[in-house]
């Protein structure tokens, strides 16, 4: 059984880059860690980790190893949670990555209630619109929206929204109402991605839309909406209140696209964290009967 020993350290090497982080990390001295992975690298005949003065890296081996000896450490984590609790009472520290309005003001507050009921577990949030590198950021999932590309993950639907079209009376005043989205070519538009998708009758309709305000930020984008700006095409829910107040008028009804969705997005492994399984489940169950 000793060609097990090290792939614990190693596998905490590559995630925290480096000896003494990897140490801390496992309750342990740095000497020890190193002395498993050298143990371990001369068991396989091969260098797993180049080390500089100031970084340490995997070689194109370790790599590979490292790949496969995460699925299996965090396998035995998974059982080890499971016999140890029958209560699953979590810990360790739960990364997840988001972005928009949506996760900031619903997921949040569900994964605040989930963090509530595991006092041994730690949280962490970061908002980024980007796609996550999970391999190497460590996040446990992600809360995305709309179309997905990266086939090798698993997504799992969280809600279904739609979108709405807005402007400020103040625009409408001094730019008629559009009728039908062909007519945005000739409007000022506030834009997060400029290309918009509405619904038309039986089809999809998408079209490359001019910005007069463009930003990756859902408040930047509310903000200049009202400001009198241009029209606003984003999920429901980040303009119906303000449409229904008066601030601001809805356009293009009809058109609105009603099959946007907010997703879960995780590393399509065959074990994941007890943390991060929960989580998931406890998010699907929260947003079973959401309306937007």
């Known amino acids: 059984m000793d060609s097990f020993d090290g792939i614990i350290e190693f596998v905490a090497v590559a995630e925290k880059q480096g000896f003494s982080a990897a140490a801390k990390e496992l309750g342990c001295s740095t000497s020890h860690v190193s002395r498993q992975i050298n143990r371990l690298e ?10 500089t003065t100031r970084l340490v890296s995997l070689t194109q081996a370790g790599s590979v190893y490292y790949q496969q000896c995460r699925e299996l450490v965090s396998g035995l984590q998974q059982v080890n949670e499971q016999v140890s609790s029958q209560q699953y009472q979590l810990s360790g520290t739960l990364r997840v990555s988001l972005a928009g309005t949506f996760a900031e003001k619903h997921v949040v507050p569900a994964l ?21 590198n999970f391999v190497e950021s460590g996040f446990d999932f992600a809360i995305r929206l709309g179309q997905l590309q990266d086939s090798g993950l698993v997504a799992r639907k969280l809600v279904r929204r739609s979108m709405m079209a807005a402007a400020s009376p103040n625009y409408l005043q001094r730019h008629s109402a559009p009728s039908h989205p062909e ?99 406890y998010l699907l169950e929260y947003f079973a009967d959401w309306q937007e």
């Open 183 to 281: 007519q945005l070519r000739h409007h000022h538009c506030i834009v997060n991605h400029d290309h918009w998708t509405f619904h038309e009758q039986q089809r999809t309709l998408t079209l490359k839309v001019t910005p007069r305000f463009q930003s990756n930020n859902q408040h930047a984008l509310v903000a200049a909406c009202v400001s009198g700006l241009g029209i606003a095409y984003m999920p429901k829910s980040n303009l119906a209140a303000l449409v229904n107040e008066g601030t601001l008028v809805s356009v293009l009804e009809p058109f609105w696209f009603q099959e946007i969705n907010s997703w879960v997005v995780y590393p399509n492994r065959q074990f994941l964290p007890a943390r991060a399984r929960l989580a998931i489940d």
């Open 42 to 51: 001369q068991r396989l005949g091969t260098a797993l980790v180049a080390r």
């Open 112 to 132: 605040l209630t989930f963090a509530q009921r595991h006092p041994e577990l730690q949280l962490q949030l970061q908002f980024d619109s980007d796609m996550v």
